[in-house]
């Protein structure tokens, strides 16, 4: 996955300066956040915020499983129909990161907050 995103980029590396790219991989919601610290930190989280992603290959519920951490509180999880190729990306070492990309007061927790997944290059 890596070589392909290096080669699609080459010409573009060539001719721009940056200190990291990321690129988009992936939009998801946040599984399991009524079980965690969104409810604690909902007033304080604001679109944008970085969050990080902790792989958790020992979980018992989820070989893949992907922890979902804002400002060191865990919020939730990447859902488990999304997580095995950023599981399998985190296991050959790729950096990923996650961001803040909505956020609604529904009832509904599954569409509470949703985040993007970047890989950093």
Do not use: C
């Amino acid at each position: 996955m890596r070589f392909l995103l290096t080669i699609s980029l080459a010409f573009w590396l060539n001719t721009a300066h940056a200190d990291s790219i990321r690129i988009l991989v992936q939009n998801s919601p946040l599984a399991g956040s009524q079980y965690y610290a969104l409810g604690d930190f909902w007033t304080r989280i604001k679109l944008g915020d970085r969050l990080e992603l902790i792989r958790e290959a020992n979980n018992r519920h989820d070989r893949n499983a992907i922890r979902v951490n804002w400002n060191g509180h865990q919020l939730g999880y990447v859902p488990l129909a999304e997580n095995p190729a950023l599981a399998a990306a985190m296991d050959a070492g790729e950096r990923l990161s996650g961001r803040v990309s909505g956020l609604s007061d529904n009832k509904n927790p599954w569409q509470r907050l949703a985040f993007e997944v970047f890989i950093e290059l």
